[in-house]
């Protein structure tokens, strides 16, 4: 399984960003989605997460700004990202576990395949 995350990039706080990741695999309909991220400095975060069902999960600093969807037919998941603050500024990941969620979205060891990563940055 592969995953290649795009749309990360520069913004002003109070924009938007849309990120999406393309995921390689036959039975992306039942995988566990999530996105996480990473200060500087930091531990990884969880921010968000879909399950097969498509049931969501987020982190309480992105309720209300930020949506996770998942399309089944074209293999990508996406954040949108709205009201983006400076806070908000990491690299961010996607991550997917082959089968449905098994612990809480932001459980890093759920997840058996990463993404590399894309740079957001809000100022």
């Known amino acids: 399984v592969q995953l290649v995350e795009s749309g990360g990039g520069s913004v002003q706080a109070g924009g938007s960003l849309r990120l999406s990741c393309a995921v390689s695999?036959?039975?992306?309909?039942?995988?566990?989605m999530g996105w996480f991220r990473q200060a500087p400095g930091k531990e990884r975060e969880g921010v968000a997460g879909?399950?097969?069902?498509?049931?969501?999960s987020y982190a309480d600093s992105v309720k209300g700004g930020f949506t996770i969807s998942k399309d089944n037919a074209k293999n990508t998941l996406t954040l949108q990202m709205n009201s983006l603050k400076p806070e908000d500024t990491a690299m961010y990941y996607c991550?997917?576990?082959?089968?449905?969620?098994?612990?809480?979205?932001?459980?890093?060891?759920?997840?058996?395949?990463w993404g590399q990563g894309t740079q957001v940055t809000v100022s």
């Open positions: 991550a997917a576990d082959t089968a449905p969620c098994r612990h809480q979205y932001y459980t890093v060891d759920e997840y058996n395949y």
């Open positions: 695999g036959n039975t992306y309909s039942t995988y566990c």
């Open positions: 879909i399950d097969s069902d498509g049931s969501t």
